[in-house]
């Protein structure tokens, strides 16, 4: 049986480096409203508001077996606009509740794949963040979204466990990567001395839905260059 995946907010960043490694091993469909203007060749894009139960329960009739997904459609507001009502709600939709409708919309294609799934937390599941408190409050509710769903899915044969990126230079950190006074404090506690690179975390990824992680599940696995420790 042909490999399929399927990656939420797969057109950029993370996203995208995870389409990329995972298509090596087979077929790709990336899902979500963003995507860069170039994909490579053999990495298939459908437009999809991942909030919209409706719209993605047609999404998900299109796979019979799905052998891996990887929820990593997400956002952040800034300027203040996650202390109001409307940014909080619209960043919890998207950061966490997609998660819960894809991967329930996707469980029956996951069961008969056996497939596994992997969802994006963050170091800010673990840190307060002083500027955007709908986007740390959602990485965190991912945490205990992967550890539920992992107890729940488990006498299915389905794994669920997320990595938890750190300081990875894409669009969504660049704000402050390219501010110099922060991105010089941060460099500063980093102990690896470098950015992440959305391909440090799709390789921790793919580890986590192969077999080589055929008895792990449950987990949030940092790939922050131990700035968590630091």
């Known amino acids: 049986m042909t490999k399929v995946a399927i990656v939420t907010g797969g057109g950029t960043g993370i996203g995208r480096a995870c389409a990329e490694k995972l298509a090596a091993q087979g077929r790709v469909v990336c899902c979500g409203i963003d995507r860069d203007e170039y994909l490579p060749a053999g990495i298939e894009f459908q437009r999809l508001d991942v909030t919209d139960a409706g719209e993605v329960a047609r999404f998900a009739a299109e796979f019979p077996a799905l052998s891996a997904l990887v929820n990593c459609a997400g956002m952040i507001l800034h ?52 500027r955007n408190p709908g986007y740390a409050a959602s990485k965190g509710a991912v945490v205990q979204l992967t550890r539920s769903l992992a107890v729940a899915f488990a006498p299915d044969g389905i794994r669920v466990n997320a990595v938890a990126p750190g300081w990875i230079d894409t669009r969504l950190s660049a704000g402050a990567i390219r501010n110099e006074e922060r991105s010089t404090a941060i460099m500063a506690r980093l102990p690896l001395k470098r950015w992440g690179t959305p391909a440090d975390v799709a390789d921790v990824v793919d580890f986590l839905l192969s077999d080589a992680a055929r008895y792990v599940t449950g987990v949030i696995l940092p790939v922050d260059g131990g700035y968590g420790i630091a």
Not at 112 to 125: D, E, L, T
């Open 79 to 130: 300027d203040g606009r996650e202390f109001e009502a409307d940014g909080f709600r619209r960043v919890m939709d998207v950061n966490v509740a997609s998660g819960l409708i894809v991967t329930m919309a996707l469980k029956p294609a996951l069961v008969a794949g056996k497939g596994a799934v992997v969802n994006i937390a963050s170091m800010w599941s673990f840190f307060g963040s002083s």
